[in-house]
């Protein structure tokens, strides 16, 4: 599985990077054996049934504790998740199972943390700010994160990261702004990209962390955009705001410089579109009444997008030589 995952990037990579027709690439496929047969799919399906059965495992553990909670002792409520993840613990040690699976059971063991933290602070009511629930969780897991090397444990653990420094914000601290938070995430997410990617180039794992690269990335987009625009119309906190537009800056400079290097249109696309978003802000700020300015702002809105998707779709043709 592996051999043919690295064949497929190698293909994809001499694509992206020459004029090779689409039939050629079709044909280097079929000629390496690259498109998943029976037993891929009996992969695929065996990944699939376990995760959808570690995510049910979970989801009724928590509805048991939600419907019997009353009828529990607190000893039983807290033993009964904690036997559970000594046995699960215990299993990885002794029957050492494939990476795949005992990266399911990580995830697994993770989700129960914060279960047990929650049970345990609805049991003696700790009076604990809902930050200090989502610190504790994310440091308890933190060692399971780094070493599992599985993307969708990072993203819980990212999740959490991000939950931590919101609630902190709102229940904490009085001296971190909207556009502040904003700075601080994005340098978190930065951070957890740039290491992503010189994984990437370390093991060749594109195929298996793509999603989680695009997500972050959309993601550290999505919330710059906001942040311009919260500065465009509030114009308060002009430092962190300042901040921003450097950090919005870097982050498409190298977002389109990354784009262009690599052959990879995602980037390019959502750039675009925040930019396009930012100036439709810009064309309505002026503007007492906003209601007179619509009409010019969506036309603008249809045909800036318009003319980015055209383009999109241009470079798209040309890097992977679909036009024949």
């Known amino acids: 599985m592996q051999a043919r995952n690295l064949k497929r990037q190698i293909i994809h990579l001499f694509s992206r990077h020459s004029h090779w027709s689409a039939a050629g690439v079709e044909a280097a496929f079929k000629e390496q054996n690259v498109y998943a047969d029976k037993k891929d799919w009996?992969?695929?399906?065996?990944?699939?049934?376990?995760?959808?059965?570690?995510?049910?495992?979970?989801?009724?553990?928590?509805?048991?504790?939600?419907?019997?909670w009353d009828h529990l002792?607190?000893?039983?409520?807290l033993g009964i998740i904690q036997l559970l993840m000594v046995c699960l613990a215990v299993w990885i040690l002794l029957f050492k199972p494939g990476e795949l699976v005992r990266n399911i059971v990580l995830t697994v063991l993770s989700c129960l943390t914060g279960v047990l933290f929650a049970v345990f602070g609805q049991i003696y009511q700790t009076g604990a700010n809902a930050?200090?629930?989502?610190?504790?969780?994310?440091?308890?897991?933190?060692?399971?994160?780094?070493?599992?090397?599985?993307?969708?444990?990072?993203?819980?653990?990212?999740?959490?990261?991000?939950?931590?420094?919101y609630l902190y914000t709102e229940q904490v601290s009085d001296r971190w702004n909207y556009a502040g938070l904003i700075n601080i995430q994005v340098v978190i997410d930065l951070l957890v990209l740039l290491m992503v990617e010189w994984l990437?180039?370390?093991?060749?794992?594109?195929?298996?962390?793509?999603?989680?690269?695009?997500?972050?990335?959309?993601?550290v987009i999505v919330i710059l955009t906001s942040a311009i625009i919260y500065g465009i119309y509030s114009r308060i906190h002009m430092t962190e705001w300042m901040i921003s537009i450097g950090l919005s800056i870097l982050t498409y400079t190298a977002g389109v410089f990354h784009g262009f290097r690599t052959r990879n249109v995602f980037y390019l696309s959502a750039v675009g579109f925040s930019l396009i978003v930012i100036l439709t802000a810009l064309l309505i700020k002026p503007f007492e009444d906003p209601v007179g300015i619509f009409f010019i702002a969506g036309l603008f809105l249809v045909l800036t997008t318009t003319f980015l998707i055209r383009q999109i779709m241009k470079l798209n043709k040309e890097w992977h030589a679909a036009a024949q």
Do not use: C, Q
């Open 200 to 219: 990437f180039k370390k093991r060749l794992r594109e195929v298996k962390t793509g999603w989680f690269v695009y997500l972050t990335g959309l993601y």
């Open 73 to 77: 002792h607190k000893f039983a409520k």
């Open 42 to 68: 009996k992969l695929f399906l065996n990944i699939f049934l376990t995760g959808l059965g570690a995510s049910f495992m979970i989801a009724g553990i928590v509805f048991f504790f939600a419907f019997n």
């Open 131 to 165: 930050y200090d629930f989502f610190l504790g969780w994310t440091l308890f897991i933190a060692l399971w994160a780094l070493i599992s090397d599985f993307p969708p444990l990072w993203l819980i653990f990212l999740v959490l990261v991000h939950m931590t420094l």
